[in-house]
């Protein structure tokens, strides 16, 4: 008679064990919007190896993102810019493999990182391709208005993507720095512009960061078919992002102020992970009083 593996114990929390059935559905695009039309919020996280994405997909996360924020938390850069393409089909393999180890559940999205899809609609799709080949359900990109077209050129040939507006990062020196984005009418009604044409153009998610709350929510409502993912925007939106060596408190850097440290009160990083899980969906974070637009 032959019995089930056992869990293991590591470092990071313990593990499921290593061929479970799913106790839940496989993420998905009309998972997903399921739950907006529920409204659950989704939570995503990102995840850099096999065993933080596979420890997330046990806590819960839905979305696990391959972030170009690798470079500052993984390779000490001082932004996402030196980041290459190289690199993110690395990591991007590395999480799918802990997820298939485990039978995880979650969906991948991978950053394309600067430079790989700013030349043609041609280089981008390339450049999708190798992060789809290495395991992603979908990739991102960042910024609005001349990467509507390259939105829809990928998307009308298969590739799901997901937008980033307000603070992106990897032009961040154009941005003058680490600052919130959307404040006053002008800067609204052009992020709100760019919101709608990459929805048109086939975007089913959009990351919003560091957006003026008020302005995040009306963008959700102005996106029924495009959800809108949170990072220093608000709670008005359809889901929250962290990187997840700042929800865990063990970055390089000083945390942004809406970031909370969900480990100090966990005891292991599942346990802050679910803590995080858990506070998305029943609306106790993010605290809209303590967002960088106050």
Request: proline share 6%; glycine share 10%; with cysteine.
């Amino acid at each position: 008679m032959t019995t089930a593996p056992s869990p293991s114990a590591t470092p990071y929390g313990t593990l499921p064990p290593a061929s479970p059935l799913p106790q839940r559905r496989p993420i998905s695009l009309p998972r997903l919007a399921q739950m907006r039309e529920a409204g659950e919020k989704i939570t995503m996280l990102t995840a850099y190896d096999a065993t933080f994405a596979a420890v997330a997909d046990a806590a819960g996360v839905e979305c696990i993102l391959v972030g170009d924020s690798l470079g500052m938390v993984c390779q000490g850069l001082p932004s996402t810019v030196g980041v290459s393409l190289d690199t993110m089909a690395y990591h991007t393999e590395s999480v799918v493999r802990g997820l298939h180890r485990v039978q995880g559940t979650a969906w991948v999205v991978a950053d394309l990182p600067f430079g790989s899809y700013h030349e043609s609609r041609e280089q981008a799709l390339k450049s999708a391709c190798r992060l789809m080949q290495a395991g992603a359900h979908m990739v991102k990109l960042e910024g609005g208005g001349w990467t509507a077209p390259t939105v829809h050129f990928l998307v009308e040939r298969g590739v799901p993507v997901c937008a980033h507006l307000g603070l992106t990062p990897q032009t961040v020196h154009a941005l003058g720095g680490y600052r919130v984005q959307g404040k006053g009418d002008q800067a609204a009604q052009t992020l709100r512009r760019h919101a709608l044409e990459l929805q048109d153009a086939g975007a089913a998610m959009l990351v919003l960061e560091m957006v003026p709350a008020p302005l995040a929510r009306d963008l959700t409502q102005a996106l029924p078919h495009c959800h809108t993912i949170g990072i220093g925007a608000g709670s008005g939106t359809a889901g929250q992002v962290l990187v997840m060596h700042d929800m865990l408190g063990v970055n390089l850097g000083k945390n942004p102020k809406f970031v909370r440290d969900f480990m100090q009160d966990a005891g292991s990083v599942k346990g802050a992970m679910e803590a995080y899980v858990q506070a998305v969906k029943q609306g106790r974070f993010p605290d809209d009083q303590l967002h960088a637009w106050n």
